[in-house]
């Protein structure tokens, strides 16, 4: 379990490497705005999502703990909020953003419904254990550069590299120590290459019905998300995984996504980066420029992907 010192611990290690107050952790010159600025990370968002929920401890908390159904919209600028706050928002922001996710995340514990994989029926969970957590910052990790190289120039080795060395500064804010992370690219490819044929991830009912309620939408069919997009989510995840969530993934389904990966190759890069960079990293800009408003664009594109029109007035009060 990551405790509440180990957590501080955590914290006081990624303040003493932040690249400044204003800056925030990572700074403009960063890897991590580069890749985490780009709209098209969503397009990795089902993927990133299947994989977290194809880990058993994963999959019953969001079943037993999660509003995802009641209110998908809500969940979705919710989690973009803490996320792009760490990310984008200034140093004290992003802490206090970390700390709220610690804390909601020592009230998600239980026990397993059924057994799968190698963990038993009524075997414990528990949201901030540092097996979890590794796992939900690899797949965030991993899915934002598979999908970031899917659509534009991938990255050279060197690049990678410096990509993961910030993505460890941002597995602290989980509560996750150094010892607890792999110590390179290449350690962090092997480990997420375990992961992936280990049968710690193994496709539990809950991750099951999960899945099918959050891309049939909880049945609200304007909030359902297009074909292709479920046939790229597939695609994209091992085939055992994929088996195991039952998708019904056929030829029309491969082409249906390869279809829908070659157009927005074709036309994202020619989008105006006002509107192909996220309003976050827009308000990012914003502040390190000292402008005392943000533009209409960038509150539009916040209200899109937090649900408001400004990232650091909620983390302020």
Avoid at 30 to 58: K, N
Avoid at 277 to 305: K, M
């Amino acid at each position: 379990m990551v405790s509440e010192s180990d957590f501080e611990l955590a914290l006081d290690f990624v303040r003493a490497r932040a690249a400044g107050s204003v800056e925030g952790i990572f700074g403009p010159g960063s890897m991590t705005w580069r890749i985490d600025r780009e709209a098209i990370t969503f397009l990795g968002a089902g993927r990133a999502l299947l994989l977290q929920l194809a880990h058993p401890w994963v999959a019953a908390a969001v079943a037993e703990h999660s509003r995802t159904f009641a209110d998908p919209i809500g969940r979705f600028h919710r989690t973009f909020d803490v996320v792009f706050t760490m990310v984008f928002g200034p140093l004290d922001a992003a802490l206090a953003a970390a700390r709220l996710l610690h804390h909601r995340h020592t009230m998600i514990v239980g026990r397993l419904p059924e057994a799968v994989g190698p963990f038993e029926s009524a075997s414990p969970y528990r949201a901030n254990e540092v097996a979890a957590l590794r796992w939900v910052h690899a797949t965030l990790v991993d899915t934002a550069l598979t999908v970031h190289d899917l659509i534009l120039p991938p990255f050279s080795v060197e690049e990678r590299e410096r990509y993961w060395t910030e993505s460890r500064l941002f597995g602290a804010l989980f509560g996750l120590a150094s010892s607890d992370l792999p110590a390179d690219w290449d350690s962090f490819a092997a480990y997420t290459a375990t992961m992936m044929q280990s049968d710690t991830l193994s496709v539990s009912t809950a991750a099951r019905e999960v899945a099918r309620q959050i891309f049939a939408a909880g049945g609200r069919p304007w909030l359902r998300p297009p074909r292709w997009y479920q046939a790229l989510s597939a695609e994209l995840l091992p085939d055992r995984l994929r088996t195991g969530f039952g998708f019904a993934f056929d030829e029309r389904d491969r082409k249906a996504a390869e279809r829908a990966v070659a157009r927005i190759r074709r036309i994202y890069p020619k989008i105006p980066t006002r509107l192909r960079h996220v309003g976050p990293y827009q308000e990012a800009q914003a502040r390190l420029q000292g402008a005392p408003q943000l533009g209409w664009t960038t509150r539009c594109l916040n209200r899109a992907w937090i649900g408001r029109p400004q990232l650091d007035d909620r983390w302020n009060r």
